[in-house]
């Protein structure tokens, strides 16, 4: 069995709506690949999303957007 090394880092955490936590994670694994962790608390239940560069952008693009009042 091979065990992936990864280094992570909490970039920020936010109280959501309704007794939630979303925390953000940039996590380096040893090859060098990057990747940015959503993890959402609700209780005891975690839901865990993993975004590489691009569909981190495109969530950023349709967060700002919709937050501007902006639709599309």
Do not use: C, H
């Not at 309704?18 to 990057?34: A, C």
């Not at 839901?47 to 599309?72: F, H, K, R």
């Amino acid at each position: 069995m091979t065990i992936i090394e990864e280094k992570i880092k909490e970039l920020k955490a936010i109280e959501a709506p309704y007794g939630k936590k979303i925390v953000f994670q940039e996590v380096v694994y040893e090859n060098g690949t990057s990747i940015l962790r959503m993890r959402i608390r609700e209780g005891n239940r975690f839901t865990i999303i993993d975004l590489d560069n691009n569909s981190a952008s495109q969530i950023a693009e349709v967060t700002s957007n919709w937050s501007a009042g902006e639709s599309e």
